[in-house]
């Protein structure tokens, strides 16, 4: 059967005719890999490689999908690289060390009755084992009087030391009992009647033998005291004091409005039309007032707040050169100011 070549071809130019291969070497065609089906089985004798499932195999045995080997399979290399999430073995991973000989070490899994999972931890160290042959371990005795005491949760009973039987441990009970100890031991004693060094709680001594009263000396006592420091007292209810000598904080009143979490006493000097602002009154059904000193308030158009109610609804005439003295009340949250002149003209 003729074969129609493609014509100018290139070098390494493949072409395919009833599932054989050619590849144009610069010169003329030469056969080029075998290929049934190169979808199933890929041929790549340029590159020495095998595809399986695979139409451009990256490596000498390129599979993709499932591959099942009946007999044993040697591997040469040095190193198996498994990208997967797990591996499965029916019970046991043999490994046979750095010589080859009769020896090695098997691991060995019980046949499981559950789904099982056993978590290496992140850290490097050798594996403690259980069962298996016991390692004798003499410890002779000494004059010397330092040592250690091992205290293990597996035994059963009061477990001596060595050294001294003068101390031991129940691992039942979780008691360890000494004649004597020298040196920090924190904890609570079940026969401690004081402390050994009384100790001073804000000035009052304690030993333990007895409850203290202790007296705060940064609180206020019940009958008096002095205040060093601001109390807030963040709209609470101060029932039934008596105020004597008390004062109210004033403040020059900034940018046209009126403040009065900044005090209930303001100051103002008029330079110009300006329009005022009341802000931060008491809660609706509380009563809240301010006086206002206002200098050269006739000297411009001075607009008050539309909620200030002034008597017979006419706002006083202020000095244009002086002081006036105003107080306003509300007693609804700010939503009425009652404005009163308290005194016009003061200088």
């Keep these: 059967m003729a074969i129609d070549f493609p014509n100018s071809p290139s070098?390494?130019?493949i072409h395919t005719v009833s599932g054989k291969q050619w590849q144009w070497d610069s010169e003329k065609w030469t056969a080029y890999g075998v290929s049934l089906n190169p979808g199933v089985l890929k041929v790549d004798s340029g590159n020495s490689r095998v595809g399986i499932n695979q139409?451009?195999?990256?490596?000498?045995?390129?599979?993709?999908?499932?591959?099942?080997?009946?007999?044993?399979?040697?591997?040469?290399?040095?190193?198996?690289?498994?990208?997967?999430a797990s591996i499965l073995a029916k019970d046991r991973i043999v490994f046979e060390g750095a010589t080859a000989d009769a020896y090695e070490t098997t691991l060995l899994v019980t046949d499981p009755t559950a789904d099982r999972t056993l978590t290496l931890p992140d850290s490097t160290g050798t594996l403690a084992l259980t069962g298996g042959a016991s390692t004798a371990v003499t410890v002779a005795d000494t004059t010397d009087t330092t040592c250690f005491v091992g205290l293990f949760e597996s035994a059963t009973g009061d477990l001596g030391p060595k050294s001294d039987a003068g101390i031991t441990y129940n691992a039942g009970t979780?008691?360890?009992?000494?004649?004597?100890?020298?040196?920090?031991?924190?904890?609570?004693?079940?026969?401690?009647?004081?402390?050994?060094?009384?100790?001073?709680?804000?000035?009052?001594?304690?030993?333990?033998?007895?409850?203290?009263?202790?007296?705060?000396?940064?609180?206020?006592?019940?009958?008096?005291?002095?205040?060093?420091?601001?109390?807030?007292?963040?709209?609470?209810?101060?029932?039934?004091?008596?105020?004597?000598?008390?004062?109210?904080?004033?403040?020059?009143?900034?940018?046209?409005?009126?403040d009065l979490s900044l005090g209930n006493v303001q100051t103002y000097t008029l330079s110009g039309n300006q329009t005022l602002t009341f802000t931060n009154p008491p809660a609706s059904g509380s009563a809240g007032s301010f006086t206002l000193i206002v200098t050269n308030g006739g000297s411009a158009t001075l607009t008050w707040p539309t909620s200030v109610d002034w008597a017979a609804a006419t706002a006083p005439t202020l000095t244009s050169s002086g002081v006036d003295v105003l107080t306003f009340l509300t007693v609804d949250g700010g939503t009425i100011w009652y404005g009163f002149a308290a005194g016009l003209a003061m200088a």
């Design 11 to 13: 070098t390494g130019d």
């Design 55 to 84: 139409t451009t195999p990256t490596v000498a045995l390129d599979v993709t999908g499932s591959a099942r080997i009946t007999g044993d399979l040697t591997v040469s290399g040095t190193t198996v690289t498994v990208d997967a």
């Design 174 to 258: 979780g008691t360890l009992t000494a004649t004597a100890l020298a040196g920090p031991l924190t904890g609570n004693s079940s026969t401690a009647t004081a402390l050994a060094t009384a100790r001073t709680i804000n000035g009052v001594s304690f030993d333990g033998t007895a409850n203290i009263t202790v007296v705060d000396s940064a609180a206020l006592p019940l009958a008096g005291g002095t205040l060093s420091g601001t109390v807030n007292a963040a709209d609470q209810i101060l029932q039934r004091p008596v105020m004597k000598d008390y004062a109210e904080t004033k403040v020059a009143m900034a940018a046209h409005a009126v």
